[in-house]
Antibody, heavy 119, light 107 residues
Framework: EVQLVESGGGLVRPGGSLRLSCAAS????????MHWVRQVPGRGLVWVSR????????QYADSVKGRFTISRDNARNTLYLQMNRLRVDDTAVYYC????????????WGRGTFLTVSS | EIVLTQSPATLSLSPGDSATLACRAS???????LAWYQQKPGQAPRLLIY???SRATGVPDRFSGSGSETDFTLTISRLEPEDFAVYYC????????FGPGTKVDMK
């Protein structure tokens, strides 16, 4: 079964750091570009970051640039999001998503992990 | 950055009705890089439509997409109970952006 499972969310103080993980299974992880998308409960979806299949290219939303780092380990079929200098407005559910090989849309999503940034 | 607006914000309909959801882009979306997603409470989004009009694997044919450049539409014919959800459009040129969503709820 094609699956993405996020982990690593929790409660962090403002200014703190956390690393999210996304474990992939059921497909050739190393072939796909991967993304992180976040959603404040009750609000809309916001794209956060993208990484190429070979990890040589990364892109970030302006709101996280310089604070978040996306990476991947293709040997472990795992995607990461290192989040530093966290702010209250980073509080959200964080989803990892697979980019379709040919079309570019996000065809597989994990169930999300919830990050709360609060003092 | 391409800004997407969706209308209406909420659509109140009954099972068996048809739903027409609009998505407007602030500038032309290149190569039909426009997708639609469905999200139910407590669940991850699900891809319905890509390239403006192509149905994703397993999506029923009552879902159809149309449009080009700056104006796109998702049509759901004959609403089923499981179709009541929030629908987001997305353009997948960099930076990726999503619309604010349209909630289809039961009248």
């Amino acid at each position: 079964e094609v699956q993405l499972v996020e982990s690593g969310g929790g409660l962090v103080r403002p200014g703190g750091s956390l690393r999210l993980s996304c474990a992939a299974s059921g497909f050739t992880f190393s072939s796909h570009w991967m993304h992180w998308v976040r959603q404040v409960p009750g609000r809309g979806l916001v794209w956060v970051s993208r990484i190429s299949s070979d990890a040589t290219k990364t892109q970030y939303a302006d709101s996280v640039k310089g604070r978040f780092t996306i990476s991947r380990d293709n040997a472990r079929n795992t995607l990461y999001l290192q989040m530093n200098r966290l702010r209250v407005d980073d509080t959200a559910v964080y989803y990892c998503a697979r980019e379709d090989l040919w079309e570019g849309a996000f065809d597989i999503w994990g169930r999300g992990t919830f990050l709360t940034v609060s003092s | 950055e391409i800004v997407l607006t969706q209308s209406p914000a909420t659509l109140s309909l009954s099972p068996g009705d048809s739903a027409t959801l609009a998505c407007r882009a602030s500038q032309s979306v290149s190569s039909h890089f426009l997708a639609w997603y469905q999200q139910k409470p407590g669940q991850a989004p699900r891809l319905l439509i890509y390239s403006a009009y192509s149905r994703a694997t397993g999506v029923p044919d009552r879902f159809s997409g149309s449009g080009s450049e700056t104006d796109f539409t998702l049509t759901i014919s004959r609403l089923e109970p499981e179709d009541f959800a929030v629908y987001y459009c997305q353009q997948y040129g960099t930076p990726f952006t999503f619309g604010p969503g349209t909630k289809v709820d039961m009248k």
